[in-house]
């Protein structure tokens, strides 16, 4: 199956459905963290019509995340949130079978849709959680892989909310966007 993951440079969804044979490559404006030759660096528009049999896209947050709901007002001012929900519909309704659209709680929601499912890395045997929307086409909701919900509210809270509290840097998006391996291995069983 060919598969395009979206808007990733860290190529671990990438890699998830390479080992289990799929020709899989990803795409983003960024260089592949991992060097892979099975990455194209550029804008996706440019290569959303070959053909494809699975997008996973993970469009960027920044204007759309309700945790900085802060900032919205001047966001929808300068027309910062309406571009990247335009970006968001264009790869919702991009011509690919099967779509997977990630993000966080974020105007998605409400501007364009409820997400067909909400995860947290507990249940994929991360003891973290930060929970991640799914809008999905011709796409089954992700199941359970190894849920540690109880050992991880047991954490206290700067650890299970580990990426919350990175301190500011100019790395903190990157280690903010990078999906959890269990996500991404579970991801690549069920949908590959």
Same mark, same amino acid.
């Given at each position: &199956? ?28 960024? +260089? ?7 990455? #194209? @660096? ?23 995340? @309700?945790?900085?709901?802060?900032? #919205? =007002?001047? =966001? ?6 309406? &571009?990247?929900?335009? #970006? ?35 249940? #994929? ?15 089954? =909701? ?13 954490? +206290? ?12 840097? +100019? ?22």
């Amino acid at each position: &199956m060919r598969v395009l993951v979206a808007c990733e440079y860290s190529g671990r969804v990438r890699e998830a459905f390479r080992k289990r044979g799929h020709d899989a490559w990803s795409c983003d404006l960024l +260089p592949s963290e991992d060097n892979s030759p099975n990455h #194209f @660096v550029g804008d996706i528009r440019e290569i959303l019509n070959k053909r494809w049999d699975l997008m996973i896209a993970h469009p960027p947050c920044t204007d759309l995340a @309700v945790s900085g709901a802060a900032w #919205f =007002k001047e =966001k929808i001012a300068d027309g910062r949130q309406q &571009m990247a929900l335009d #970006f968001v519909r264009l790869l919702m309704c991009a011509p690919i079978k099967r779509i997977a659209v990630e993000n966080p709680i974020s105007a998605i929601s409400s501007e364009i849709r409820k997400p067909d499912q909400i995860i947290q890395p507990w249940m #994929f045997g991360h003891k973290e959680t930060k929970a991640t929307c799914l809008w999905l086409k011709n796409l089954p =909701k992700l199941n359970e892989v190894n849920n540690v919900k109880e050992a991880t509210m047991a954490l +206290p809270k700067n650890i299970r909310q580990r990426l919350y509290y990175l301190p500011p840097g +100019p790395n903190r998006w990157k280690e903010r966007s990078r999906t959890y391996q269990g996500i991404a291995d579970a991801m690549s069983e069920q949908w590959g």
